[in-house]
């Protein structure tokens, strides 16, 4: 049974830090991308960051470059991102998800597995 449980999510106040964690199971992790999604209230669910199977080459959208940090630890199949620097409207909530595809993809469509999301709130 395939399972991506995100964890690190809570509230914090601007300017300040979170570490979410993707914990996997039930797949090969390290024949993955995986990559970082979040949805705000009312918006649509929007691509964050993306880390190849080696853990290399990570791709991050424009509104957060400088201030995250996407990783991955293929020997205890975890996903990480790192955020500081944190922003009201970083506040959504998080989730990590897995692609059989190597190349970079920010649509969530081209992800085969999702986690159920872990919310972030960030007050100003």
């Known amino acids: 049974q395939v399972q991506l449980v995100e964890s690190g999510g809570g509230l914090v106040q601007a300017g300040g830090s979170l570490r979410l964690s993707c914990a996997a199971s039930?797949?090969?992790?390290?024949?993955?991308?995986m990559g970082w999604f979040r949805q705000a209230p009312g918006k649509e669910r929007e691509f964050v960051a993306h880390?190849?199977?080696?853990?290399?080459?990570?791709y991050y959208v424009d509104s957060v470059k400088g201030r995250f940090t996407i990783s991955r630890d293929n020997a205890k199949n975890t996903l990480y991102l790192q955020m500081n620097s944190l922003k009201s409207e970083d506040t959504a909530i998080y989730y990590c998800?897995?692609?059989?595809?190597?190349?970079?993809?920010?649509?969530?469509?081209?992800?085969?597995?999702w986690g159920q999301g872990t919310q972030v709130t960030v007050s100003s």
């Open positions: 998800a897995a692609s059989k595809l190597v190349v970079v993809r920010t649509t969530p469509m081209s992800y085969d597995y």
């Open positions: 039930g797949f090969t992790f390290s024949s993955h991308s």
């Open positions: 880390i190849s199977r080696i853990g290399g080459s990570p």
